[in-house]
Each structure stands twice: as structure tokens, then as C-alpha cells.
């Protein structure tokens, strides 16, 4: 069967780990991937046999003086897929859209943009069918990413109320310009856009949230309170349910994981298992120990690696929309295998 086209326009922290998932799977043809500028992701690219074209308002000129060849321009590729992947900074998928659209190509977009950027937002776990046959979807953001898998989980025990801060890293690793790099700096904003944006998967969970930024570039961290309506008998039981779901990990007592360092120790550690790249943790990351049922309060925290979380969720994005896999199971295991993701 042929294989689906697919184009990575942005190629930094999120394109490039989606132009890798993509090319890793067997109903999907990475066909190349667009950059502005001629800096080391575009060479890495070349290196690893993508073809590369020139976006925006990058010069063909600057990537032939740097040695890199490019294939053409971003309308050059945008004639050879069905699909386009925007990664592409913030507000910038949304200046992209018309191209998209003339084109007639569809289009997957990242959380940085606003929802009605896409006909719908999306996330695997919590919304899947949603996604089927639509022309463009938003993947939404890591932090909701995170929150729409767990809500995926806890809304089978009934949601009454759920309260959660979100404790934000400062920046990516690479990131020299963002901070802080001490302090500690409250979101004002209350709630935090995150409550608002997991409506956009679930539009009547009742959560609020709330956000600090800290002086980390290693994860986000999100701190749970979560009345439920029909809780389970005991913690065991949201233990042993997290750890039968795709993208949840739960990390037992004497792992000697203690925070995020250790994490992203254990993903540096696991780097090329299965297909998993460097240093990245797709899945939710929660401590069996910090899980506590009280009554019909769960308390519970979480860790989301930002620069990966979402890239299975692009695969599956893409699938939906044309309607590739039979389920959301079968979806999100052909994802999963690919990737070397765990759960357990
Ligand atoms: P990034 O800055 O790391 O990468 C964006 C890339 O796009 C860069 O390589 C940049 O040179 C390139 N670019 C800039 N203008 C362009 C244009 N006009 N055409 C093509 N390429 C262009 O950004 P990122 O962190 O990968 O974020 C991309 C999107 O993913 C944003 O919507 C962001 O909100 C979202 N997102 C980011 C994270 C994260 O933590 N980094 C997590 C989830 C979602």
C-alpha cells in the first residue's frame, strides 16, 4: 500500500523528534522537511537523509554557502505531500495556514498556536475519534498533552473537581535567551491557559489550574488534587490502571527515582531501546508513592517531558485524519511500538 506523504515544516525541538517519528513508521513517508535557516538542525538533517527546502523567508543562497543542498522551496514540498506537519514557533502556523490551504494540503499544528487555528484539538488518548477525516488538527501543548492522558484515565471513576499546579520549566535545554534563571515567578493569570485549553479535548471537565515557572530546563512537574465521583477501593488500583494505559509510566519505590534529574537520567539510559531517541520520556511519569487516595480524594504527581510528550501524539494526529489505523488502540500501539514507548 502506498504510503501516506508527509512534510515537517519547522525543524527544531518538536519537527525534528516528529520528522524522526514519522520516518520510523511503515504507513508514512517522510517526504522532507523545511528550515528557515542553515544552522546545525539543518545539517542534521542532511545527515540523516531528509531532504531538505527553505521556509519562510530563508535564502537558498545562505544553506548552498554553508554546504547544505536543498531539494527547493516550502511550496516545492508542500506539492509533494498530503500532510504537512507545522512546528514552526508560535503564531507562525497560523501565518502558514493559506499556504496549507492553497496547496490543498492538510495540516497538523502545534499547541503553541490558538485552537481555532485547526478544526479540532487533539490528543491520542483523550479524544482520538474526534480527529477522523478532519483537514487540520492542533496538537495541544506538552502540559496538556499531560493532563488530557491522565483525565483519559481518571474520568472512569467520575470527575467532580480537580485542581492542579503546574510547575513550569524555565526553558528548553537549548533555550540561552529564556529564564528565569533564579526565582521562582507565579502565573498571574488564574486560572493558567492550561485549564481552559484541556476544555478544547474535554470540553466539561471541571479543572482548574494554576502555574509557577521555575529555573529548570528538565520537565514540567504537575501537582494533583482530584475529587472523584465512584473512586476505586484503594491507591493500588490507580496504580495498576496507570500502568495498564498507553504513555503512562509509574515509577515504584526503591527505583531511586526521586525527581525529574533521575527521569531523564533513566531516558538517557533507554536511548536507542526500541527505537527510542536520546534523552527523551514520551510518557507521562508519575511516582507510585506519590499516589494517595484519601476517600474519594486522589492526590498524584506528574512529569511531562516537554520536548517529546507530544511527538507520538503528531503520529497519531496524522492517522486519524486520514483515517489510517482501525482504532485508537491500534493507532496508538503502531506509534508506540515504533517509538520504543513503554508503559508500566
Ligand atoms: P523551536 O523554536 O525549537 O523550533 C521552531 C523551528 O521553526 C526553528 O527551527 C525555527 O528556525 C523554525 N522557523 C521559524 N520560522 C519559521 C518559518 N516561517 N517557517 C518554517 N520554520 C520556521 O520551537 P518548538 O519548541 O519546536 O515549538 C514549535 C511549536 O511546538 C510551538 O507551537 C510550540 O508552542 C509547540 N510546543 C513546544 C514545546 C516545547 O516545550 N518546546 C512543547 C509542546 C509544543
Redesign the pocket.
Given at each position: 500500500m502506498a504510503r501516506l506523504r508527509v512534510a515537517v515544516?519547522?525543524?527544531?525541538?518538536?519537527?525534528?523528534r516528529v520528522a524522526d517519528a514519522v520516518a520510523r513508521q511503515s504507513d508514512l513517508e517522510l517526504v522532507g522537511v523545511?528550515?528557515?535557516?542553515p544552522?546545525y538542525?539543518a545539517r542534521r538533517a542532511v545527515a540523516r537523509g531528509y531532504p531538505l527546502y527553505v521556509?519562510?523567508?530563508?535564502s537558498p543562497e545562505k544553506f548552498a554557502a554553508a554546504g547544505l543542498p536543498v531539494a527547493g522551496r516550502?511550496a516545492d514540498l508542500l506539492g509533494k505531500v498530503d500532510v504537512v506537519v507545522?512546528?514552526?514557533?508560535?503564531?507562525?502556523?497560523r501565518?502558514?495556514r493559506a499556504l496549507y490551504e492553497a496547496a490543498n494540503v492538510r495540516a497538523v499544528?502545534?499547541?503553541?498556536?490558538e485552537a481555532d487555528v485547526a478544526e479540532a484539538s487533539f490528543n491520542a488518548l483523550g479524544n482520538y475519534d474526534a480527529g477522523r477525516g478532519k483537514r487540520s488538527l492542533r496538537?495541544v501543548?506538552?502540559n496538556t498533552?499531560g493532563i488530557a492522558r491522565a483525565a483519559a484515565v481518571l474520568l472512569r471513576w467520575g470527575v467532580e473537581r480537580w485542581d492542579v499546579t503546574l510547575v513550569r520549566?524555565a526553558a528548553?535545554p537549548?533555550?540561552t535567551k529564556r529564564g528565569p534563571i533564579n526565582g521562582i515567578v507565579p502565573t498571574l493569570e488564574m486560572p493558567s491557559h492550561h485549564g481552559p485549553d484541556v476544555r478544547t479535548i474535554f470540553p466539561d471537565l471541571p479543572i482548574a489550574t494554576t502555574a509557577v515557572v521555575v529555573p529548570t530546563t528538565l520537565m514540567h512537574v504537575h501537582v494533583n488534587h482530584v475529587r472523584l465521583a465512584r473512586p476505586p477501593a484503594t491507591a493500588a488500583d490507580v496504580v495498576a490502571t496507570l500502568r495498564s494505559t498507553p504513555r503512562f509510566v509509574v515509577f515504584a519505590p526503591g527505583e531511586g527515582v526521586e525527581g525529574t534529574p533521575q527521569v531523564m537520567e533513566v531516558a538517557r539510559d533507554r536511548a536507542g531501546e526500541g527505537g527510542r531517541r536520546s534523552a527523551d520520556m514520551m510518557e507521562n511519569v508519575l511516582w507510585e508513592r506519590g499516589i494517595r487516595l484519601d476517600g474519594r480524594d486522589l492526590y498524584f504527581f506528574q512529569a511531562i517531558h516537554?520536548?517529546s510528550?507530544?511527538v507520538p501524539e503528531n503520529v497519531d494526529a496524522i492517522r486519524a485524519m486520514f483515517d489510517l489505523a482501525p482504532s485508537k488502540d491500534a493507532s496508538i500501539a503502531a506509534t508506540d511500538r515504533s517509538l520504543g514507548i513503554a508503559h508500566g
Open positions: 515544516n519547522g525543524f527544531g525541538t518538536i519537527g525534528k523545511a528550515k528557515t535557516r544552522g538542525e521556509a519562510g523567508s530563508g516550502l507545522d512546528a514552526t514557533p508560535e503564531d507562525v502556523g501565518e502558514n499544528y502545534q499547541g503553541g498556536e496538537v501543548s506538552c498533552t520549566r528548553d537549548a533555550e516537554q520536548e510528550i507530544v
